[in-house]
């Protein structure tokens, strides 16, 4: 965290605020939310309860199988209507709409309780069942649309911070609701309850209003609306079927809803003995009340822990663990104590682990379907485990004792077990696929921009559509040959004359002829004869050439390139040296034809070295294709090394052409990628050729690798924040060295991050690096936080924490960290310590050198020296030297030497961009 230009401390956060990770600027976004759920949570609370007791007060628990048919019944009827209206209104309109039919129907549910004593029996009795099927309905409704609502506002990685708050929030709206009815129901009627119910949801319109004008939803890249982008209910369908970890998770849901319901039955069978509805209505606000606590503590202190501590994948397993413990203990015993237990794995653990967990897992169902796929599974699928579980009941019931139906449910148990395995496997693949998907939606719009097309073509093996290139010229030359030659332009020209189309009196006249390129073709034609009287025309003719104008050169030069022999290479390679760029790109482009495997001359290695560094980018192109060609072992070294200057396509030309020279690439890869002293680029490029080349040889040296980046990622991104506070103390502007090397460690510390994730995607432990790099640099918070979660599952917990703080992904560590307080170092000293300490690469040494310049600093001799002879590039030496002249200039006086060293500074800055920006 910078310190303020004033020197004033770093900003004070909260107790509550650091100890429940909330970020500076989310506190009121916070509090809304949580007071939603809260007003959520309390009138349904107080509806369920009073709901509960008019209906085993009238009918028992032996009517709960017809409650249990009709749910997913009525539930199969209003979901796709609930889609429909998410579809064409939107989550915020859907919640209004919604808060506004509580209002109506509490009102009419209280009227109607208030007035049932006078009615029929079976008039009685529907009423009943429908306020308990009312409830039920509302329960499943209500708590999909919180969270499809919530899930619009926050990320994955937002939903670990602060989805248990919110949970928190729904704890204590039940501890609320179920107070008043534990207060209450001695001295007022039932009805007094729905009514009370209508009141809250009345009270919440105004904060949805609140919530829907004040903060911006967040969209899934790739969601838009469904009926605006015409995908129906069948595309969605297609997503989920075609979505293995979806179908599991609706499995899960199913076979838990199961258990839950036979749960139920059986805490209300022992607890319905002998108590009337006032009594009733107290037992379950007690419970209630006591289940909303344990839930309180478990989402504001344990449950974001548990993430941390156990991982996403673990907290599957927590669930279906605890039903095995209470089906175990119900089996056993039917005393009260083992419906307590009951009561609590229903309302306390499902309700605080379970459903937050399933809250997390939401987010790895195909991105683009998820509000309609979470819409239709918690909709239908849980209402059909009622069904399922309602029929069971009513067949078994009459059939089976408590104990039975306890036995059973242990063996449904060990399904759900199963289902949570396979479902805790397919998880990672899930986040991997949501997040190639994203990658290939956001790239498919670039797909058809001219740019991309040229850049394709660029990327071209070497080699590929030669034949048809040939064929074409044939056509023309046979063409012009009927008409007469000298139609042919000057490529068509060298092209009939390599194919053997110019005939030898032809030829020989055209060595006479004014035009050059017909004087080159025939020279080329001769030569091809093998005699030795044309082959000493042709040599005369083609020398004559090279000593002529811009244009006869490049003539040359191309019928140098389709000879191919010694003496014609040894020419291509001392054009290379020309002063015009016209005449060194065409002898790449003729070298590129020329030359075969094993075929070279001695110093045309270091030449196209030296236009790989320096040349255009058509250039390098041709330059990568020509080192390809010649396959020399000695000069894989230096081509990595010049990696870092090379753009995107060019490192893939050149990824492409080091990985088939196989075997003798993969030991100096793996060198290049152990030493920090080279570049990111560069490392990046060695670790792809060493996983492509021998995968299982290169991945012990990846795991090494990995932990040794995180502790050099941290120390540079150490060395940054120490460099940031010492700069925001200065009393004037930084130099441009040192605030260039602040830039650059800032750079460092990211690009280890980034390398530990390539590493490990290429070891097979994460989806496609480009995926997720694409996915972390997104706009979209969702994409971010997306690509985050699915890294955590590839990754060690202290690697997860270690690597988040490098790429300041998540504010909620970050934003939170506290400089130690004291008295700076000088910054002298500092530079000293850094340079004789730090793991720098030769760009950032080189800056830290020039950043001495000015600076009182004893040590700035020994340090410059040391680099000057034993510095690993040429530009470290070469900044060395121009501190040390810089020294000597403040002894003599001399400017020159000043504006050398700002010369320097601005190609370094230069540099540093593309350094940056990988």
């Known amino acids: 965290m910078s310190v303020p230009a004033d020197g004033a401390p770093p900003c004070k956060i909260s107790f509550f605020s650091r100890y429940c990770k909330v970020m500076p600027g989310e506190g009121r976004q916070v509090v809304a939310f949580a007071l939603f759920a809260i007003l959520l949570q309390s009138g349904m609370t107080i509806g369920m309860a009073a709901g509960d007791a008019v209906f085993l007060n009238h009918l028992g628990a032996d009517k709960l199988w017809l409650v249990f048919i009709l749910t997913p019944l009525l539930m199969a009827i209003l979901t796709p209507g609930y889609a429909t209206w998410l579809q ?126 004040r903060f911006q939803p967040l969209a899934d890249t790739g969601a838009d609306d469904d009926a605006q982008a015409g995908r129906g209910p069948t595309s969605m369908l297609g997503a989920l079927l075609n979505s293995p970890f979806s179908l599991i998770l609706a499995g899960v849901l199913f076979v838990t809803l199961i258990l839950t319901n036979l749960i139920e039955y059986q805490y209300f069978e022992i607890l319905g003995r002998d108590r009337d509805a006032a009594e009733l209505a107290v037992l379950f606000g007690l419970l209630y009340a006591l289940s909303a606590l344990f839930n309180l503590v478990v989402n504001l202190f344990l449950y974001s822990r548990l993430v941390v501590w156990l991982g996403i994948r673990t907290l599957m397993l927590v669930m279906p663990m605890v039903y095995l413990l209470t089906f175990a203990v119900l089996f056993i015993t039917d005393h009260l104590w083992a419906a307590v237990l009951a009561f609590w794995a229903y309302h306390g653990v499902l309700t605080s682990l379970e459903y937050n967990t399933q809250n997390i897992l939401f987010n790895a169902v195909p991105g683009q379907y998820k509000k309609s796929i979470r819409t239709y599974i918690e909709g239908l699928v849980e209402p059909s485990a009622s069904l399922f579980s309602g029929l069971f009941l009513l067949i078994a019931v009459p059939l089976l004792d408590p104990r039975s139906l306890a036995g059973i449910a242990l063996l449904v148990t060990v399904v759900l077990i199963g289902l949570a395995l396979l479902l805790r496997h397919y998880y990672r693949g899930a986040m991997a696929a949501n997040i190639q998907t994203m990658a290939k939606q956001q790239t498919s719009g670039r797909m058809n921009h001219p740019h991309r097309r040229e850049g394709d073509a660029r990327l071209t093996e070497p080699g590929k559509g030669g034949a048809k290139t040939m064929e074409r010229w044939v056509t023309l030359c046979l063409a012009a040959e009927w008409h007469g030659l000298h139609g042919l332009d000057q490529q068509q020209a060298v092209e009939a004359a390599h194919a053997g189309l110019i005939s030898t009196s032809r030829a020989v006249a055209w060595l006479s002829d004014a035009t050059p390129h017909l004087r080159a073709a025939a020279a080329l034609t001769l030569w091809h004869l093998g005699d030795v009287r044309y082959v000493k025309d042709a040599v005369q003719t083609l020398h004559q050439l090279a000593q002529g104008d811009t244009h006869e050169r490049i003539l040359a030069i191309q019928a140098y390139g389709c000879m191919g022999d010694p003496l014609s290479l040894h020419a291509l390679k001392d054009a290379l040296d020309s002063q015009e760029p016209r005449i060194r790109h065409a002898a790449l482009k003729a070298l590129q034809g020329a030359l075969r495997q094993g075929m070279a001359t001695a110093g045309l290695g270091e030449k196209l070295l030296d236009i790989l560094a320096q040349e255009d980018s058509d250039s390098r192109l041709l330059a990568i294709d020509c080192l390809g060609i010649l396959e020399d072992p000695r000069l894989v070294l230096p081509m990595l090394q010049l990696a870092d200057r090379l753009r995107p396509a060019e490192l893939k030309r050149l990824e492409h052409t080091l990985g088939h020279l196989g075997i003798q690439v993969l030991l100096p890869a793996m060198r290049v990628l152990a030493d920090t002293g080279f570049g990111h680029r560069t490392r990046s490029l060695a670790a792809n050729l060493a996983a492509r080349i021998d995968l299982n040889q290169a991945i012990p040296l990846f795991e090494s690798i990995m932990d040794e980046e995180l502790e050099r990622g941290l120390r540079l991104r150490a060395y940054a924040q120490q460099l940031d506070y010492r700069l925001a103390t200065l009393s004037a502007k930084p130099p441009r060295a040192l605030a260039l090397l602040h830039q650059l460690l800032s750079a460092s510390a990211k690009h280890a991050g980034l390398r530990v994730i390539e590493l490990a995607a290429l070891s097979g432990r994460l989806p496609s690096f480009a995926s997720l790099d694409q996915a972390l640099c997104s706009k979209n918070p969702k994409d971010r936080a997306n690509a985050l979660e699915t890294i955590e599952q590839g990754l060690n917990k202290q690697q997860v924490i270690r690597l988040i703080r490098l790429l300041d992904a998540d504010a909620s560590i970050a934003a939170l960290e506290v400089l130690p307080s004291g008295t700076p170092t000088e910054l002298a000293a500092w530079l000293a310590e850094v340079l004789e300490t730090a793991e720098l690469d030769p760009l950032e040494t080189a800056v830290a050198l020039v950043a001495t310049v000015g600076l009182v600093m004893p040590e700035r001799a020994r340090v410059t020296r040391y680099y000057l002879l034993h510095g690993s590039t040429p530009l470290v030496r070469q900044a060395a030297t121009l501190v040390l002249a810089a020294d000597n200039r403040t002894n003599s006086g001399d400017s020159q030497e000043q504006t050398a060293l700002h010369t320097f500074i601005t190609d370094l800055e230069r540099l540093a961009h593309g350094h940056a920006s990988t």
């Open 88 to 213: 064409r209104h939107g989550i915020n309109r859907l919640a209004e709409h919604t808060f506004v039919v509580l209002v109506i129907f509490g009102v009419l549910i209280a009227w109607a309780v208030s007035q049932a004593e006078g009615w029929p029996e079976g008039l009685r009795q529907a009423l009943f069942i429908g306020i308990k099927l009312y409830a039920a309905i509302w329960y499943i409704l209500l708590y999909t649309l919180f969270w499809n609502f919530t899930d619009s506002y926050f990320t994955i990685q937002d939903a670990k911070r602060l989805f248990p708050l919110f949970s928190a929030g729904m704890a204590l709206g039940s501890i609320f609701g179920a107070g008043l009815v534990t207060l209450l129901a001695a001295h007022v009627p039932m009805a007094f309850f729905f009514f009370l119910w209508a009141l809250l949801a009345l009270v919440t319109l105004p904060l949805l209003v609140f919530l829907k004008k």
